[in-house]
């Protein structure tokens, strides 16, 4: 079933110009905690995990071609804690290419989880994508994405979050920003070392609706990049990571 439906009048572009991200407003331009970033270096540390409890949710997406992407919705509010803090999942969407980098090196395409807590501070997964096999929940996914700028809730179809989540889920961590106007410097960042798949076909097939939907790499200005791991003592010391395959 068709639901809302917005105009496409997008404020910004990922392209150079008057609208590019070179003149994107307020903390876009000013802020020195912004995202994303290029992991080159992450202190091992035993930090909190995330623990996980999405449940699944009646399929609800969105063609959104004012921020150049396809998005899920979870009004329900399935959440993750860390440690004993909650996030409430609001939504997941999907960039082409992968917005952070490791060793320089970004995802062909990344899955974005966008989580809320209480007190107003954002916590976003990025999961990166690579080619392979074909993804069953992905291709449910495309098969109901609407027209631009179209919502469509689907009835008698349901999707779990988990199901795009790496079975492996070692992380970066890292204080950073929103990737797009205004970039508020509000957003915890978890990037997964390891990928979850999709197939050429899959990856072709949403790059016909967006491509080239990630924000510049920003500077990291000093901030702290820490990488969950169980270590020997005699092992935390900075290591560099390891790049993405694709």
């Known amino acids: 079933m068709q639901m809302g439906e917005e105009n496409c009048a997008p404020t910004y572009t990922y392209e150079e110009g008057p609208i590019g991200p070179s003149h994107w407003p307020g903390l876009c331009t000013t802020g020195r905690m912004q995202a994303p970033i290029d992991i080159e270096h992450a202190e091992k540390l035993h930090i ?29 509010n399935y959440w993750l804690t860390v440690g004993k803090k909650p996030y409430f999942l609001t939504e997941l969407h999907f960039r082409a290419p992968g917005e952070n980098a490791v060793q320089g090196k970004r995802p062909r395409m990344s899955v974005q989880f966008v989580h809320f807590s209480p007190e107003g501070v954002f916590l976003i997964i ?7 096999k074909e993804n069953a929940v992905i291709e449910t996914l495309w098969e109901h994405i609407p027209d631009p700028g179209k919502e469509n809730k689907v009835a008698g179809v349901k999707i779990n979050a988990n199901d795009l989540l790496p079975a492996e889920r070692s992380f970066y961590r890292y204080p950073g920003s929103l990737t797009t106007p205004i970039c508020n ?5 978890y990037v997964m070392r390891n990928p979850i798949e999709m197939s050429e076909a899959q990856i072709a097939e949403y790059t016909k609706h967006y491509n080239n939907t990630a924000r510049p790499l920003q500077p990291l200005n000093d901030r702290p990049v820490s990488e969950r791991a169980q270590l020997k003592s005699s092992e935390r010391a900075r290591r560099r990571p390891q790049r993405f395959l694709v």
């Open 48 to 76: 909190n995990r995330l623990t996980i409890n999405y449940q699944p949710a009646d399929l609800d997406i969105i063609n959104d071609c004012n921020q150049y992407r396809v998005l899920v919705k979870f009004p329900d």
């Open 126 to 132: 990025e999961v990166p994508v690579i080619a392979g």
């Open 185 to 189: 410097e509000v957003v915890q960042w």
